[in-house]
């Protein structure tokens, strides 16, 4: 090398090993944070995020997030990540859900909560011991930091937590590795929308296509479609249009540290932008019949079809329960003691059928919508009745199937049309009657 020629490979050399020595302080640094936070020296609290559904309108349900005092410019996920890095991921996060645990109480009871879990850390003996209690009302959130390895424990830690009530949601959809296998393989109760596929829905028609298919397919597993981090109105009312029932994010509410309600403004846009687009004007409520609900307390047998092995409540014998749907000419949904649906015991003319669960949707959901979705079941379930739950998967009507293809004949009588969408009009751009079936 010639005198008077710059030596940029030594500095360039001396730049990278200034890079490493800063990013080794930064690791060592938040595993300090982490001991301390695990150790009560650092403190944390919990935030409250509003979870809405659209077509109420109002909050059904809150997220709860964990913040930590620390410097701004580190995040939750980053203390995450690193716990789990140096093999404390289980203690940590067993420790924010105790809090979480605690804090519930401040959640109005119609409410569900979400807390988040890292899908394999759910067999650590630290996280049963937390999840061990009463989980209906608690939707656990699976994060997507990591790689799903072992998909047959985490069913059977899934398993383990819906016989104590639970429910179950998958995060990010569209991105990561929540893709369509996996939720078919998890079947969650609640799939949420990755925020990249809901920033800027409103003037992308394609992340607003792939949404709707989204809701469609995650319909079909009878689970619900949730959108986060929807944060301008825009964005709110292109996916009320596209029809997600349930939503998140910051023009919902930002976390806070009481739970919100919804504000009375944008409930009452709500109310008025549905009736001015013709959202959900065949909410399937109009056409809902009351239910009652029987708890079976023996375990099922293996053969799910045979009606004399559920056992009502207070030991009554299965055929004493068609006796009282005879009487009362009253469904009735048996359900097992975490709340699935096991069987529908539905009255009619020749008697009382027996039939095995094969269907659920909410009260709120568009009637062309689950007729398409009814119709699309085997063959040997298609006509069966559509039980109605609430988002904490509790029943609160049944819908029998006559109902709808009654309602979409008479629409069609009037001389009303399907809107491309989810309302109901006639030829004039009018709501259309609805008669009784």
């Keep these: 090398m010639g005198k008077g020629r710059p030596r940029f490979g030594v500095i360039d050399g001396l730049d990278t090993i200034r890079n490493i020595e800063d990013t080794r302080q930064d690791v060592l640094k938040m595993r300090e944070y982490v001991r301390e936070i695990l150790t009560g020296e650092r403190s944390f609290s919990m935030r409250f995020q509003s979870i809405a559904n659209v077509f109420g309108p109002r909050v059904v349900g809150y997220e709860m997030l964990t913040r930590f005092d620390l410097p701004t410019n580190i995040g939750p996920d980053q203390i995450f990540l690193e716990a789990d890095a140096i093999g404390l991921g289980a203690e940590l996060e067993a420790l924010i859900l105790a809090r979480a645990f605690k804090e519930r109480r401040r959640v109005p009871r119609d409410c569900f909560v979400t807390v988040n879990v890292s899908p394999h850390l759910l067999g650590q003996p630290i996280l049963r011991s937390v999840f061990d209690r009463d989980?209906?009302?608690?939707?656990?959130?699976?994060?997507?930091?990591?790689?799903?390895?072992?998909?047959?424990?985490?069913?059977?830690?899934?398993?383990?937590?819906?016989?104590?009530?639970?429910?179950?949601?998958?995060?990010?959809?569209?991105?990561?590795?929540?893709?369509?296998?996996?939720?078919?393989?998890?079947?969650?109760?609640?799939?949420?929308?990755?925020?990249?596929?809901?920033?800027?829905?409103?003037?992308?028609?394609?992340?607003?296509?792939?949404?709707?298919?989204?809701?469609?397919?995650?319909?079909?597993?009878?689970?619900?479609?949730?959108?986060?981090?929807?944060?301008?109105?825009?964005?709110?009312?292109?996916?009320?249009?596209?029809?997600?029932?349930?939503?998140?994010?910051?023009?919902?509410?930002?976390?806070?540290?009481?739970?919100?309600?919804?504000?009375?403004?944008?409930?009452?846009?709500?109310?008025?932008?549905?009736?001015?687009?013709?959202?959900?004007?065949?909410?399937?409520?109009?056409?809902?019949?009351?239910?009652?609900?029987?708890?079976?307390?023996?375990?099922?047998?293996?053969?799910?079809?045979?009606?004399?092995?559920?056992?009502?409540?207070?030991e009554t014998p299965a055929d004493a329960l068609v006796a009282d749907a005879a009487m009362a000419n009253t469904a009735i949904c048996v359900v097992s003691p975490n709340r699935d649906i096991r069987r529908v015991l539905l009255p009619d003319s020749s008697g009382v059928r027996v039939l095995a669960m094969s269907m659920v949707a909410h009260p709120e959901e568009g009637i062309r919508e689950v007729a398409v979705r009814a119709i699309n079941r085997p063959i040997e379930t298609r006509f069966d009745p559509i039980v109605c739950v609430n988002e904490n998967r509790e029943p609160v009507g049944i819908i029998r199937m006559e109902r709808i293809i009654n309602f979409l004949a008479d629409v069609f009588a009037d001389g009303g049309s399907i809107v491309e969408g989810v309302g109901l009009v006639d030829g004039v751009g009018n709501a259309c009657s609805i008669k009784d079936s």
Excluded at 151 to 167: N, P, Y
Excluded at 270 to 293: A, K, N
């Design 135 to 314: 989980l209906s009302g608690v939707v656990v959130e699976l994060t997507e930091h990591v790689r799903i390895v072992d998909i047959d424990a985490l069913r059977d830690s899934l398993t383990w937590l819906r016989a104590r009530g639970a429910l179950i949601a998958m995060d990010d959809a569209g991105s990561g590795y929540a893709g369509l296998q996996m939720i078919t393989q998890v079947r969650p109760d609640i799939v949420k929308l990755d925020r990249e596929l809901v920033s800027g829905i409103d003037t992308d028609e394609v992340k607003a296509l792939i949404c709707a298919s989204f809701g469609d397919f995650v319909g079909r597993l009878n689970g619900w479609l949730l959108a986060e981090g929807v944060e301008t109105q825009a964005e709110l009312a292109r996916v009320v249009q596209i029809g997600v029932p349930l939503v998140q994010g910051w023009v919902i509410g930002r976390p806070t540290l009481q739970p919100e309600p919804l504000r009375a403004d944008l409930a009452e846009w709500l109310r008025s932008y549905g009736e001015s687009r013709q959202i959900r004007l065949d909410c399937l409520t109009i056409l809902m019949d009351p239910v009652l609900i029987e708890t079976e307390t023996s375990q099922p047998t293996s053969d799910e079809s045979t009606p004399d092995v559920a056992i009502r409540s207070g």
